[in-house]
């Protein structure tokens, strides 16, 4: 059983196209965090969600924390090869960050 | 490099030996975490380490995984008698500090590069 679902799956797109990817969950969590992990590499941590409603922008990177904080947002502009990558989301548990199974994002140049 | 540094990057083990993963926190985390990722997947929480104390293996096998963070040295990840449905990608993360009361920290995570485990 998955605690966090993420959408889509898998995307490809054009480079300079826009996008926005998804977590949900029927769990609130106290914090969401968003990470981009590359083939054969660790994951990287984006950003931190505490506050429902949170608005937190990282360059073409836009990140929403559901007014309920039970799910998030990633929205891309303008999309590059080097965005390429799995996105995945993680809401923070008792001693531990649960994870959802990812979103593999390809940007063809 | 002060990140959190894995070894080794790849390990291939026969069924029945053991494997032992080693994972050494950045510089000033005295919080470690391992995680497991099978392909196409996210990372399922194992078990959670301070210095001498394992606070959450909530998420271990209960037979032949074992993990220790001893006083000095790296934290260890040890899984006796692999079969070949211990094949994945082993992760480590370090935190600066745990949350309050067992609440995760909103420092989130530094990874490191993993440990992937072939058994054959």
């Known amino acids: 059983t998955q605690l966090l679902e993420q959408s889509p799956q898998f995307l490809s797109i054009q480079e300079g196209e826009n996008l926005t990817v998804y977590c949900n969950s029927s769990s609130v969590f106290s914090s969401l965090q968003w990470y981009r992990q590359e083939p054969g590499e660790g994951p990287v941590l984006l950003v931190t969600v505490v506050t429902g409603g949170e608005v937190k922008k990282l360059k073409r990177l836009t990140f929403q924390f559901g007014d309920a904080r039970k799910d998030s947002s990633l929205h891309i502009t303008a999309a590059q090869p080097g965005d390429t990558g799995l996105y995945l989301c993680a809401g923070a548990g008792f001693n531990k960050f649960y994870f959802g199974s990812g979103t593999k994002l390809n940007v063809k140049p | 490099n002060a990140g959190v540094m894995q070894n080794p990057r790849h390990l291939v083990r026969r069924r029945g030996q053991e494997a032992r993963l080693r994972c050494s926190p950045m510089?000033?985390?005295?919080?470690v975490y391992w995680y497991r990722q099978l392909p196409e997947e996210g990372l399922k929480f194992m078990v959670y380490l301070q210095k001498e104390n394992i606070i959450d293996e909530s998420g271990m096998p209960k037979e032949r995984f074992s993990a220790e963070f001893p006083k000095e040295g790296p934290s260890i990840l040890r899984i006796q008698q692999v079969v070949r449905g211990d094949s994945a990608a082993y992760f480590c993360a370090s935190s600066p500090r745990s949350g309050d009361r067992g609440r995760t920290s909103n420092y989130g995570y530094t990874f490191g590069s993993g440990t992937r485990l072939t058994v054959v």
């Open positions: 510089k000033g985390h005295s919080h």
